[in-house]
């Protein structure tokens, strides 16, 4: 076992590795078609597409999660067949997913160790202390061994996870999205690496992704993917943004964003005063959270996750309970009770909403009900439902939002992400609204429905609308704010107009600094 | 032309699907009857290693449940506790919640109705007050019970599940204790009971049959509550809180408030079911209220997929198979636990099932396929 620590460093140099003709078929759905990407030895190579394009289910074939129709992945050469994650390892690949797989309550080091096929059934913690540190003085950045993951910043977890790749001796790394909760200038740092252990032909990287930014920075080459089929591959340094996001949405009509219109001084609509609310385990989740949104404002709060932003947006959606502070709207108190939602005319779009904003299992029509359904022409007598009107407004909803489903008696759970969100705006957004909280909502969507998805923000913007929009995207806060707040340890530490600040300024906030 | 064909024939396909109510309708349907059939099957290799004739087995729960007038009414007898204690699990499903304790509600609730019918029928109050008076009781008793356990789930964060077994348990115990102690009639020596209300406050039966009005009483229940759940305010805003907490939260609904109200209809349903055992049943409350019903309920709810209307014909049904242990125990010399081991076995194939809903292919609608 200590044998492993010693030898590890030389053991393996950086393999190149290609999948010809891949295919992966579910039931009458191809999922991929005839894909084949090469991957040279110590290259950095993104895999670019929508969601739903087909890069996971790419990956999934090459680590052996399922088994292709078709074709043939080579390690450097060599024709090898994986037929389950372990194989996958046994030839040294391996890859970093989206959410971090290490165990939170266990040391850095103890996560290293247990992550060995070989791990003893007794460990020699002493002589694995030595293999370790042996084995840190040649990677080119380090981790707190001893330290909980638990406490470790996302940055230190994602270098941790990469580590342990390095330590199991997996030279060809697949990773997953590994910026999307990372800071800007984490995510810099990262991929500089990264691509400095390329260069050095130590590593060879299948990075997934749809941030054109990093992909120019950082990669070398990238192949496109989408609806299964490669359509298109280059060198990154090349191509222009232009010719890569034709090559991921091909030739989808997007609809024409929604203009900002500038309205007059408008009165401040929307009002937080000290709010204080707690997480799950009681710790203090927002700490006096202070904020002023006019009418026909959208205020964007960016931050890396995990800040208090989803308890700042739960807190206002009656999710959780305030400990402390003070919302109120027109300068009356708001509570968050469905009465108060009406009065009020406060609107919320929740991040993930299948899980926030939907029951998965009832039907559509149901589902764009939950703000009438107690109310006439569905209710009669105060309590006696009626089918008849619920689905004709569903009726009319679906048309005009474009929901598309095959009835509107269809569980929405059988929606596409883009469609669940549409229901959900149709719902939300159909009739006045005062106050609208929106939180990342394109997460995960395709091109059409998020620029359809920003449109309809913007159009309630105008229409005289407050709007506080939470978003992990700077991107979407940049192109969609009228202000941008940062949110970094339960409070905002940080407010400007838009045109006063830009990504630098924000990012640097966004790391509390 | 290839492609055109496929095309042509996914168009007919589309054209030809019945609708998704339809579909979800089959599939509470087939899924469940298929267990009991592969359950029956089980069984049938379990009788068949005790050479015992399975076609005798089922030939006898068929004929001692269904096979003559008599019969058919010792099942209804059988089934109308089950009716209510069905519901009793159903209800809370609605909302979530997996409440299993109906057996101790049921028995409090008999427990209640027959504390409180001493002192009345002592003091001679003619039988038309009393009853009305031992119902409620028992209902209350049952509700407070069950609704305890839902309060503590919402406001306390205790599990459901653990918290209303273990108050059976106390339940069961508390009924004891008084059965055993201050309520207990002198006169009962071999079985500790409660005094008998006496044949003048005895329930009698449904006019023309030997049935007691329980059985009414469930079926008003199952319909009333069905209504309920499906076509009120009150069951739309139940089930989105047990579809999807968070979002019943984000709509400003009263999740507590509705927990609370499902939990303790539930616990009257129970504690009802319990005020016939004893009105009309034994006359009394002792042991022979902990008859498993309670629990049986559960297993009835699970095969009614908790619609409070198809609870109905399951409790017929396993009132049938308990109504034919006594024919089953003389006729082919088997115990009479026999039945539970196939309920038992029912249960655990029916939970096997439940992974089954949405992944048999005919079964499914056709899904938008919109993968831009």
């Known amino acids: 076992m200590s044998a492993l620590a010693s030898e590890m460093p030389l053991a393996r140099k950086a393999p190149s590795l290609s999948a010809t003709g891949m295919t992966k078929t579910f039931g009458s759905f191809t999922a991929l078609g005839d894909v084949s990407i090469d991957v040279a030895a110590g290259s950095f190579h993104a895999l670019l597409g929508e969601n739903g394009a087909g890069k996971s289910t790419l990956v999934k074939c090459i680590m052996g999660f399922y088994s292709a129709d078709k074709g043939q992945v080579t390690l450097d050469g060599q024709e090898i067949s994986i037929r389950s994650p372990r194989d996958a390892r046994a030839h040294g690949i391996g890859m970093v997913y989206q959410h971090f797989t290490l165990v939170p309550c266990l040391t850095a080091a103890e996560n290293l160790v247990i992550s060995r096929a070989d791990a003893p059934s007794v460990i020699n913690w002493v002589k694995e202390r030595k293999a370790l540190d042996a084995f840190m003085e040649t990677m080119p950045f380090r981790v707190p061994l001893d330290a909980q993951v638990s406490s470790l910043s996302a940055g230190e977890k994602q270098k941790l996870e990469i580590l342990k790749l390095l330590y199991l001796d997996q030279r060809f790394m697949i990773l997953d999205e590994p910026t999307s909760v990372l800071t800007p200038g984490e995510a810099d740092e990262m991929l500089g690496l990264l691509h400095g252990m390329c260069d050095r032909g130590e590593i060879t990287v299948l990075m997934i992704s749809h941030k054109f930014r990093e992909v120019k920075t950082f990669c070398d080459r990238f192949s496109v993917l989408r609806r299964g089929r490669l359509t298109g591959e280059g060198d990154a340094k090349l191509a222009t943004v232009e010719e890569m996001s034709r090559m991921m949405i091909g030739d989808t009509e997007v609809r024409e964003r929604a203009a900002r219109v500038s309205h007059a001084e408008t009165k401040e609509v929307l009002e937080l005063a000290g709010l204080c609310a707690e997480d799950d385990a009681g710790l203090p989740a927002i700490q006096g959270v202070n904020l002023k949104i006019k009418g026909g404002e959208i205020v964007g709060i960016a931050g890396v996750s995990g800040n208090g932003q989803s308890a700042l947006v739960e807190a206002l959606a009656g999710q959780r309970p305030l400990t402390d502070g003070e919302i109120t709207i027109h300068g009356e108190i708001f509570t968050p009770k469905r009465g108060n939602f009406d009065r009020f005319k406060v609107f919320g779009l929740p991040e993930e909403p299948l899980k926030n904003a939907t029951v998965p299992r009832m039907s559509v029509a149901e589902n764009i009900a939950f703000r009438s359904f107690d109310k006439p022409p569905i209710t009669s007598l105060g309590w006696w439902m009626s089918k008849g009107p619920m689905r004709a407004k569903a009726e009319e909803l679906i048309a005009r939002y474009r929901v598309k489903t095959t009835s509107p008696d269809a569980p929405i759970e059988t929606l596409s992400g883009g469609n669940v969100q549409r229901a959900v705006l149709a719902r939300e957004l159909s009739g006045d609204v005062d106050v609208l909280i929106v939180a990342n909502p394109c997460f995960g969507l395709d091109f059409a429905s998020v620029a359809d998805i920003r449109s309809q923000i913007m159009e309630a913007r105008n229409r005289g609308a407050a709007v506080l929009l939470v978003s992990e995207d700077l991107d979407e806060i940049l192109e969609l704010a009228d202000r941008v707040a940062v949110m970094s340890g339960g409070t905002i530490s940080y407010v400007a107009p838009i045109e006063a600040t830009d990504r630098n300024t924000i990012g640097q906030h966004m790391a509390g600094h | ?372």
């Open chain 2, 1 to 372: 032309m290839a492609d055109m064909t496929v095309q042509s024939l996914s168009i007919a396909q589309i054209k030809r699907r019945p609708s998704v109510g339809t579909l979800r309708l089959a599939e509470a349907i087939i899924i469940p009857v298929a267990a009991l059939i592969v359950s029956a099957l089980i069984f049938s290799i379990f009788l068949l290693v005790l050479d015992k004739s399975p076609i005798t087995f089922f030939t006898l729960i068929w004929t001692g449940g269904f096979g003559s007038s008599f019969s058919f009414q010792n099942t209804l007898q059988r089934a109308a506790p089950l009716i209510l204690t069905g519901l009793a699990f159903a209800v809370p499903a609605r909302i979530g919640l997996t409440m299993i304790g109906g057996e101790g509600a049921l028995v409090l609730g008999g427990l209640s109705a027959a504390a409180i019918a001493i002192p009345l029928v002592s003091a001679g109050v003619p039988a038309f007050l009393t009853l009305p008076v031992m119902a409620i009781a028992a209902m209350l008793a049952g509700g407070l019970w069950i609704g305890f356990a839902g309060w503590l789930r919402y406001y306390r964060g205790v599990n459901e599940t653990i918290s209303s077994l273990l108050l059976s348990y106390i339940a069961i115990a508390t009924m004891n204790f008084f059965v055993e102690g201050i309520l207990r009639d002198p006169a009962s020596a071999n079985k500790p009971s409660t005094m008998p209300i006496g044949d003048a406050y005895r329930i009698g039966a449904i006019p023309g049959t030997q049935v007691h009005w329980g059985l009414a009483a469930g079926l008003i229940l199952a319909v009333v509550l069905h209504i309920l759940m499906t076509r009120t305010t009150f069951g739309f805003a139940a089930r989105v809180t047990g579809g999807n907490a968070r979002a019943a939260l984000a709509q400003g609904l009263p999740v507590g408030k509705l927990i609370v109200i499902c939990t303790m209809i539930a616990g009257a349903c129970a504690g009802l079911a319990g005020f016939y055992e004893v009105a009309a049943v034994h006359g009394q409350a002792n042991a022979s209220l902990v008859a498993g019903y309670g629990f049986t309920g559960i297993l009835v709810a699970f095969l009614a997929r908790q619609v409070p209307l198809a609870v109905i014909p399951v409790a017929i049904l396993f009132g049938a198979l308990n109504a034919a242990g006594g024919v089953i125990q003389r006729r082919m010399g088997m115990p009479d636990a026999t039945v539970l081991v196939l309920q038992g076995l029912i249960f655990v194939v029916l939970l096997t099932s439940e992974t089954f809903y949405g992944r048999i292919p005919f079964l499914q609608p056709k899904r938008v396929e919109d993968r831009t």
